[in-house]
């Protein structure tokens, strides 16, 4: 069963950094681009980050540009989100999803359930 699970996620405070990771099962990672996407209370789902399949090459909204950073090993079947300076906004579910690449030409599938992540003092 294809399945990925994230996890990681926690209250922190502003400032303050999280990682959060992503586990695939079921199918080889490493044949897959990784998106990672956040939905904020009353808000759509967006996506903030994607790692490809090839090269690990990033990309990023402007909006985490600079204190995101997402990686993968493929050996450990999973994909991570650094996720440091943490705002306010940042506050929302993360979930990651993975596509045949990064441009969004297909839609990202085999959703995670989710995690938490609250940016609180």
């Known amino acids: 069963q294809v399945r990925l699970e994230e996890s990681g996620g926690g209250l922190a405070q502003p400032g303050q950094s999280l990682r959060l990771s992503c586990v695939g099962s079921?199918?080889?990672?490493?044949?897959?681009?990784i998106g990672w996407f956040r939905q904020a209370p009353g808000k759509e789902r967006e996506k903030i980050s994607c790692?490809?399949?090839?090269?690990?090459?990033?990309y990023y909204i402007d909006s985490v540009k600079g204190r995101f950073t997402t990686s993968r090993d493929n050996v450990r079947k999973t994909a991570y989100l650094q996720m440091n300076a943490l705002k306010y906004e940042d506050t929302a579910v993360y979930y990651c999803?993975?596509?045949?690449?990064?441009?969004?030409?297909?839609?990202?599938?085999?959703w995670g359930r989710g995690t938490q992540v609250t940016v609180s003092n």
């Open positions: 999803a993975r596509n045949t690449d990064c441009t969004g030409a297909y839609p990202f599938g085999s």
């Open positions: 079921g199918f080889n990672l490493s044949y897959w681009a």
């Open positions: 790692i490809t399949k090839t090269d690990g090459t990033t």
